[in-house]
């Protein structure tokens, strides 16, 4: 189920990552050494039980906010869901099942279809195509309403918004004294 409320929710994934099967923090499991040896065996619901003379459930792994910046293992299976679920081939299998729809005037079946464009990327075509950003817009605008976008959005207000607030929560911990250390980025290929 998506942790993203239903309003916000733009595709059938989120942006909840679960912890990834190549996640490289190391599984520390203490055991009592034998002679005899012991029997680790993996379940299908990923608990482990250590066997000596009996069974012993073990308690499941912890991984600390830190362990999880240190590490790269969940980004690259977030980058594998991206480019499965948002790829191109993907976006135009929805487009044409939405072109079907239509025509068969399936309409509580129709999926609204939203374009996003970044400032970086028009400004790019601009650049290419040596033509003014308002034009690269026009011509990008029509040709994913062509494709059979509803709608299509620009990013710039959303960016201003987070500048905006980006300032004032400097000026609030500035003006209270408070630790003046601030995350904040911005994608460089965007």
């Known amino acids: ?12 994934i989120d942006d909840f990552i679960t912890p990834s099967q190549i996640c490289i923090k190391p599984v520390e499991i203490d055991k009592a050494r034998s002679k005899t040896g012991a029997k680790i065996k ?14 012993q459930k073990l308690n499941k792994v ?3 906010l830190q362990d999880c910046l240190a590490c790269s293992g969940c980004i690259t ?19 044409q099942e939405n ?4 025509a068969t005037e399936d ?4 999926r609204t279809i939203v374009f996003s464009v970044a400032t970086q990327p028009l400004l790019s075509l601009a650049h290419r195509y040596q033509i003014g950003v308002e034009d690269a817009a026009r011509h990008l605008a029509g040709y994913f309403r062509s494709l059979g976008g509803n ?6 207000v959303a960016d201003d918004i987070a500048l905006l607030e980006c300032r004032q929560e400097f000026v609030e ?7 003046l250390t601030m995350l904040s980025s911005s994608c460089p290929g965007k």
């Open 99 to 102: 072109s079907k729809k239509k």
């Open 1 to 12: 189920m998506s942790r993203l409320s239903r309003a916000l929710q733009l595709t059938d």
């Open 62 to 64: 912890e991984i600390t």
């Open 42 to 55: 993996i379940k299908g619901d990923s608990c482990f039980e250590e066997s000596e003379s009996g069974k």
């Open 151 to 156: 709608y299509v959005l620009s990013t710039k």
């Open 173 to 179: 911990r500035y003006r209270e004294n408070e630790n």
């Open 77 to 95: 299976s977030a980058e594998g869901v991206l480019i499965t679920q948002q790829s191109q081939e993907e976006l135009l299998r929805v487009l």
């Open 107 to 110: 309409w509580d079946n129709v």
